[in-house]
């Protein structure tokens, strides 16, 4: 094997290059990181900045239509007339990963609409690549319109069972069979129809009838009850006979908590509430042993309900319209939007054995447990009604959380940020087009902003001392739906530093009712200038350096309302020049340095 690397126009890439680098959203700055995306780009076919963008910073606005492929309209209103026809649908798929995925997506979404859905999957070496004739033959010979979950093909009817082979790949037809969900349970929605309490003695009564049906022509002459069981002896239950027995019911785990909140904080009714549950079912198979009753209705009943293991709507309105059972005749579980299914329940020889001998008390027959899930029940209130809706704005955008590296001042790193500093922020995503800085929780104006730096000036105002800062971006919501907060960056800290003022170029520190004299220690009161304003609940104090050590270090004395000077009574000190400076809450005031980098002001003299 010889491999054969592709070439790229140089032209070509330099000029996709300039696009790469000039582009704000894609944040590529590392030239030789630009160079070597460009070059893949163009051996990709791509070599506009318009399509680079497309390719890294993708968006479903750049999606087509789902509408636009063949057969998509046509196969959304088969699937829903098939649906309202209570026809059977084959759903045709593949062996593959997204064949088998596919399947799943159409047949949930089938059953959610009330449909009844099976599928085929081809055999790989029997069957090869294309849909056969003889399995869509099959299907409509038993009466079942075909839909193709996953194999492209074109759109061709078949013979007798009015199909249509949607051209479409797993998301089309998922895209399809989303229309017919969306318009059906947003009906259900508003007509406010879900199933109220009568619809686990529904479930109940539709099981019992279906099985009825099933057993007696497996086994002539088996019915089903519905009691709890005992000893045949007792006469309660026939000689061969089903009996159904709900014995326990639980939470649906995951469609528990979709109905909340139902009420606000003022109490009202906002949401009608519904829970979800799950029946457990303990069906006993009766009958003589020496004929192996019991385990031909053991068969019976198991393999319905594999072959069927939902209940239709259509079992449903049967098992209410029954002149035998007037208790449910204002039932409404055939109008939840989702059918029940029956599933097995495994349970060990020790759980059989204490749920006969112990919860029972009765002889163990033979037996095997069902889950039926999932049933919604909800009583009939009327919730306050939600403001009318005037327009659905929606955007997308692809994920990206904004960073925070540093935050330093625009002169250079190192550099005091001081009131009124022009800053910077550095990090990754920063750019967008809706974007807020906040210090401290308060929006600040921006100079300017690009995908790995922000430009701002700090407000005048701004305390001394350490500062959080957060990038928040928006999302555009329409042409008339305003900005959305969508993503905030991670806290980013800097500390403002005070610093001492000055008038006609002179620091404003003043020494007064300064005592003592000769080689004995002075007392003195000084006075300092500082900006921005000091609050009163700031911590501040005065650091006098002899050199580059601090030598004393004294409280402000404290302040009744914010103001830009502060005094400071000083004792215990020795005459002489002193560099001085303050400290408030941390945050240092800067120094002037000689070109030795040691510290000659502001200075004070104590006399």
């Known amino acids: 094997m010889r491999w054969v690397l592709k070439t790229a126009d140089s032209a070509t890439v330099e000029k996709l290059s300039a696009e790469l680098s000039a582009h704000p959203s894609l944040g590529l700055k590392n030239p030789q990181l630009v160079a070597t995306v460009a070059r893949l780009l163009v051996m990709r076919g791509i070599s506009e900045g318009e399509g680079a963008e497309h390719f890294l910073v993708p968006t479903l606005s ?5 509408y636009l492929m063949t057969g998509t309209k046509p196969a959304i209103d088969r699937i829903e007339a098939a649906i309202e026809n209570k026809e059977s649908i084959l759903i045709y798929g593949d062996y593959d990963v997204d064949g088998t995925t596919a399947i799943v997506i159409l047949k949930t979404a089938i059953e959610l609409c009330g449909g009844t859905a099976e599928f085929h999957v081809p055999h790989r070496i029997r069957d ?3 849909m056969r004739d003889d399995v869509i033959e099959r299907a409509a010979a038993a009466g079942r319109s075909a839909s193709s979950a996953e194999r492209a093909g074109e759109h061709r009817p078949r013979r007798g069972a009015g199909g249509v082979c949607a051209a479409a790949v797993a998301v089309a037809a998922a895209v399809a069979v989303a229309g017919v969900v969306a318009r059906r349970l947003s009906q259900a929605a508003r007509e406010g129809r879900m199933s109220n309490f009568r619809a686990i003695a529904t479930v109940t009564a539709t099981l019992q009838s279906v099985l009825q049906a099933a057993v007696h022509t497996d086994v002539p002459g088996a019915g089903v009850s519905t009691l709890r069981p005992s000893d045949a002896a007792n006469g309660n239950l026939p000689a061969t006979r089903v009996n159904l027995f709900l014995y326990q019911v639980t939470p649906n785990p995951h469609r528990n908590n979709l109905d909340l909140p139902t009420r606000s904080q003022q109490g009202d009714l906002v949401q009608r509430p519904q829970i979800a549950l799950d029946l457990h079912y303990l069906m006993s198979f009766y009958g003589d042993d020496g004929a192996l009753e019991p385990q031909r209705l053991l068969g019976s009943t198991v393999a319905l309900l594999h072959s069927q293991p939902l209940i239709t709507r259509a079992q449903i309105e049967a098992a209410i319209a029954d002149a035998g059972k007037p208790f449910l005749a204002n039932s409404d579980l055939a109008d939840q939007p989702e ?31 069902y889950k039926a899930s999932v049933v919604l029940v909800e009583r009939p209130l009327t919730p306050r009604p939600s403001l009318p809706t005037r327009a659905v704005n929606l955007a997308a955008v692809p994920m990206r959380q904004p960073f925070i590296l540093k935050v330093l001042a625009q002169a250079g790193e190192g550099v005091p940020i001081t009131p009124g500093s022009a800053v910077e922020i550095d990090g990754a995503n920063l750019g967008g087009p809706a974007i807020e800085v906040d210090i401290d929780g308060a929006a600040v104006a921006l100079s300017s902003a690009q995908a790995d730096r922000i430009a701002l000036t700090l407000p ?3 305390a001394a001392g350490p500062h959080s800062v957060q990038v928040r971006q928006g999302v555009p919501i329409g042409a008339n739906g305003g900005t959305r907060p969508a993503f905030a960056s991670n806290l980013g800290v800097f500390v403002l530093q005070p610093t001492v003022t000055k008038t006609a170029g002179n620091y404003d520190v003043a020494i007064s009712n ?9 007392s003195a009161t000084i006075t300092v200038g500082v900006a921005p304003a000091v609050a009163p609940t700031q911590t501040a104090t005065l650091e006098m350096l002899a050199g580059q050590q601090v030598a004393y270090t004294f409280r402000a004395q404290p302040l009744a309302n914010a103001g830009p000077q502060l005094t400071f009574a000083v004792s215990g000190v020795t005459a002489g020049d002193y560099v001085l400076r303050v400290r408030i809450d941390g945050a240092e005031s800067p120094l002037d340095l000689d070109a030795n ?11």
């Open 62 to 66: 750049h999606l087509h239509s789902p």
């Open 128 to 130: 090869g690549y294309d």
């Open 339 to 369: 059918l029940v299914r029956f599933t097995p329940s495994p349970m060990s020889l020790e759980e059989l054995s204490r749920l006969w001998s112990v919860m029972l008390q009765v002889h163990y027959v033979l037996s095997v447990a």
């Open 460 to 462: 005048a105002t701004l």
């Open 514 to 522: 300064a005592q003592g004299a000769g080689a004995a220690p002075r």
């Open 597 to 607: 980098r040691t510290p000659i002001a502001p200075k004070g003299t104590i006399p």
